[in-house]
């Protein structure tokens, strides 16, 4: 299987900054990782694919980068509405699409 | 609008079956996979398994073969999720989520909370 670590797990930012969260697997999944947002009580939302697409919607503060096993996720101007736990997800794997243990971004 | 709606929240005890459903609308609900999502309070979000509804291909993530199974009636649009034998440790919220042309998954559902407790 293959398993996906997040760094750092937590962290806090003010309004403004840039704040970039880091995604490692542990075998190349090429281009096949998501990046998704969750708010307390909500479900969570697709922000990036296929590593560094955009999805329709989403701010273009949010930005994704990488291949292979290392993978970054940026915002590059923190809005409060962004304070929130990020996941990434590789969809590599045959139909197994293991998530990262999340990382959560509050207010400093 | 393409849409996921989920069944609403459940209390069970331990050792009762359950079925959950989610409902997709506003697209054609045969042609994208639709993936189920545990979070246990307060934890992340861990991958369950996967539905084709056009011809029921299912897999499994193997932390819950055997465990649950997943299921899809196409005639009403609704993928499930059941437990024939529920545990505390159960406990939990649902998430049910299609999967697109991207591999990405949206839209979600709203979510379903199940609670197991004597």
């Known amino acids: 299987d293959i398993q996906m670590t997040q760094s750092p797990s937590s962290l806090s930012a003010s309004v403004g900054d840039r704040v970039t969260i880091t995604c490692r697997a542990s075998q190349s999944i090429s281009s096949y990782l998501n990046w998704y947002q969750q708010k307390p009580g909500k479900a969570p939302k697709l922000l990036i694919y296929?590593?560094?697409s955009l999805q329709s919607g989403v701010p273009s503060r949010f930005s994704g980068s990488g291949s292979g096993t290392d993978f970054t996720l940026t915002i590059s101007s923190l809005q409060p509405e962004d304070f929130a736990t990020y996941y990434c997800q590789q969809s590599y794997s045959t139909l197994l699409f293991t998530f990262g243990p999340g990382t959560k971004v509050d207010i400093k | 609008e393409v849409q996921l709606v989920q069944s609403g929240a459940e209390v069970k005890k331990p050792g009762e079956s359950l079925k959950i459903s989610c409902k997709g609308s506003?697209?054609?609900?045969?042609?994208?996979?639709i993936g189920w999502v545990r979070q246990m309070p307060g934890k992340g979000l861990e991958w369950m398994g996967i539905?084709?509804?056009?011809?029921?291909?299912?897999r499994y993530s193997p932390s819950f073969q055997g465990q649950v199974t997943i299921s899809a009636d196409k005639s009403i649009s609704t993928a499930y999720l059941q437990w024939s034998s529920l545990k505390a440790s159960d406990t939990a919220m649902y998430y049910c989520a299609r999967q697109g042309s991207s591999l990405g998954f949206d839209p979600w559902g709203q979510g379903t909370l199940v609670t197991v407790s004597s």
């Open positions: 296929a590593a560094s």
């Open positions: 506003g697209y054609s609900f045969t042609s994208y996979w």
């Open positions: 539905i084709y509804p056009g011809d029921s291909d299912t």
